[in-house]
């Protein structure tokens, strides 16, 4: 997790494809939930990536 706090696994959910050089994939942006009890993270925003030589969910969630 870097500036967007993702993760390879929130990169899979939200791109139900398989990845592909040079394909755009969604970027979900994980803010912290505002509640107290909630201690899962929530989608609040999106960017986009575009997928690279050598890239993987987990490199691209680092990059990002």
Do not use: C, F, R, W
Request: no cysteine; hydrophobic share 35%.
């Amino acid at each position: 997790m870097k500036k967007h706090g993702t993760t390879g696994a929130a990169i899979k959910e939200a791109n139900k494809t398989k990845k592909y050089i040079g394909q755009t994939l969604i970027i979900p942006i994980l803010i912290q939930g505002q509640s107290s009890t909630s201690k899962q993270p929530s989608i609040q925003k999106q960017t986009t990536y575009k997928v690279v030589a050598g890239d993987s969910l987990s490199v691209i969630a680092k990059k990002i």
